[in-house]
């Protein structure tokens, strides 16, 4: 495998990144969103009114008693409603939200890798480029893979200190994230964000604008938005186990797909409809 010719396309791709000012600011204001702005208005106002939790002290027992046991158990181990309600809104409401970024990041850079390329004019140059067919799938990919990756890890550093700071005045220690936390950020959202890669570059291949790409991609997070319901009614929460178990399941459901796509992908098809 070529991989300078992979890290040239890589690069050029990347370049094009940072002149495009719609893609960056996606880039930049979904993980500020998701893992600074809501997050830290959300545990501060959970853990620093702690008069406004005992109207709510009998309506959330009642959720408690609901919750799966697993979770219970964790935050048996807080002292008192507001130290428990800020563990579950830091800890366990959020992490649907949170996967939405890596998956967001990966759709939009995948969408622009060829529809991109056909929409700027270029994809003719790329497509007879000294590159094999194979060699240009795996570095659309990464042109893909790595933003989203990249910003789902500073994201999760970022909202573990915005968690953190938000919540001092009540917890007096650094208590977030927990082991749940931290395998959703190093396991989870990468396989999510490699599953919706797969998914969009079927896309891309045959949109012609990078608008049309996106458009069909919204329903690539659609199962992010069920397990978020799922989670906020108490029917599951993502505990580390649920955590291992989904992440494997999506990188072996991401890896087929990852697999086929790279199996179909020719350039000849993609120089026919220039």
């Known amino acids: 495998m070529n991989w300078r010719a992979i890290r040239a396309v890589v690069g050029k791709d990347l370049r094009l990144v940072r002149q495009n000012k719609n893609v960056l600011a996606s880039l930049m204001l979904m993980p500020a969103l998701f893992f600074v702005i809501m997050p830290g208005i959300m545990v501060y106002l959970a853990s620093s009114a702690p008069g406004a939790m005992g109207d709510i002290d009998s309506d959330f027992g009642l959720f408690f008693a609901n919750m799966p046991a697993g979770l219970r158990a964790e935050l048996a181990n807080y002292n008192g409603i507001v130290e428990q309600f800020t563990l579950l809104i830091a800890g366990y409401l959020f992490g649907p939200l949170f996967l939405m970024v890596p998956i967001m990041i990966s759709t939009t850079f995948g969408a622009d890798s060829i529809a991109g390329e056909h929409e700027r004019k270029t994809l003719e140059g790329l497509l007879y480029s000294p590159i094999s067919d194979f060699e240009l799938y795996i570095a659309k990919l990464l042109v893909a893979w790595i933003p989203a990756v990249v910003a789902t890890l500073l994201g999760g550093l970022l909202n573990a200190i915005v968690v953190n700071v938000a919540s001092w005045g009540l917890m007096e220690r650094i208590w977030f994230p927990n082991s749940a936390w931290l395998w ?8 999510v964000a490699a599953l919706g890669l797969a998914a969009i570059i079927f896309v891309s291949r045959r949109a012609k604008t990078v608008q049309e790409a ?5 329903f690539v997070v659609v199962p992010i938005i069920l397990l978020l319901v799922a989670q906020m009614a108490g029917v599951v929460y993502f505990s580390t186990e649920m955590i291992l178990i989904i992440g494997l399941i999506v990188w072996v459901v991401a890896a087929i797909l990852l697999w086929i796509g790279a199996k179909t992908f020719q350039r000849g098809e993609l120089i026919a409809r220039l």
């Not at 959703?184 to 396989?191: E, G, H, K």
């Open 214 to 218: 996106i458009q069909v991609s919204g």
């Open 184 to 191: 959703m950020v190093l396991w989870l959202s990468p396989a």
